[in-house]
């Protein structure tokens, strides 16, 4: 027997700017900064909902290329953002056409603007492409720029199952410019807020903490609290990456807290409910859960209800009642092994477990129901 083995480092920065594509506000070369050399060429695919609102930003683009080192592919692609652009296996399609087309190769780029769902397809399609074609993310929601966006996961929904054709293909660079931020409506912004709870709710309470005091800055959309927000969540995010299993091996994935009837529910709703609205209900019901079979104290669980009202989420929907717990085979089927959830012993402390009571989920999904705060 030969035993082959080799280790790999992986490296990426994550940057965060104001309006990046200004010369005016950002006179540094971030893009030589990341290494990138001169003559290097660069196919932008950006989310239509970004474009829709920001009508400047493709001459924006357009202009700090012909002031630069480096040469900008002919092609602009602006494709569907949301769940749509996951769903539609001709949005792949017509990006990997775009990359044959333009001669993109391994020391091109593949630049990706929009929210995570544009970043799934868009990494998937250059992780793929000539077995890996560098690539870097400008996530333009909240949701984006602390979770998904600066993370090592890339892909697309098939077969009716959500991220089921994917890769862990680790960016070149990220870069979160907060201009991006003011594209979004308040739906969308708010979306972004679930995972940052998630993320103080099994790692840190005193980050659970800050959001509870600063709920109506964040209702308000206040630059400075967002911006704190955005950095603690997305540190959080790349430490976990890089200190415990960063290409998911094993079973535990304590950053999908609430996520398995989260999915469900998205695609039960036929994604008219959002990520991080599904995310908000997935984690409410799981922390009513931990309290049913005594892991999490009332007063804590109602913390995390109070806080979810506060930012205006709901905490039930009616697809919840319809083949919800088949979500938990598909998340067992997702990790590739036994099941293996976290619940909460406490705000700020997760814990593993591997079999639910599905009766007592059930219960659970009938709290939230009919929960009158």
Known sequence: MIRQQFKINFSYPVFFVDSFFD?????????AQCGIQAGSK???????????TDLDLVNRIENYFKNSPYKLATARMIVGGGETAKNDFGVLQ???S???ENKMDRHSYVVAIGGGAVLDVVGFAAAISHRGIRHIRFPSTVLSQNDSGVGVKNGINYFGKKNFLGTFAPPFAVINDCSFLKTLDDRDFRCGIAEAIKVA???DADFFDFIEK???ELNNRDEKIIKQLIYVCASMHLQHIASV???EQGSSR???YGHWSAHKIEQLSKYEIRHGEAVVIGMCLDAVYSNLIGKLSEKELLRLINLSEKLNFKLFANEMENNLLEGLQEFREHLGGELTIMLLEKIGKGIEVHEVHEQLMMNAVGFLKNFKS
């Open 214 to 216: 600063h709920a109506d």
């Open 98 to 100: 775009a990359i044959d």
């Open 23 to 31: 010369r005016e506000k950002n006179k540094e070369d971030i893009f």
């Open 94 to 96: 017509n990006i990997l």
């Open 254 to 256: 304590p950053l999908d």
């Open 201 to 203: 709710l099994v790692k």
């Open 245 to 247: 299993d960063p290409f």
């Open 42 to 52: 660069f196919l932008f695919v950006i989310d239509n909902a970004v474009v829709g």
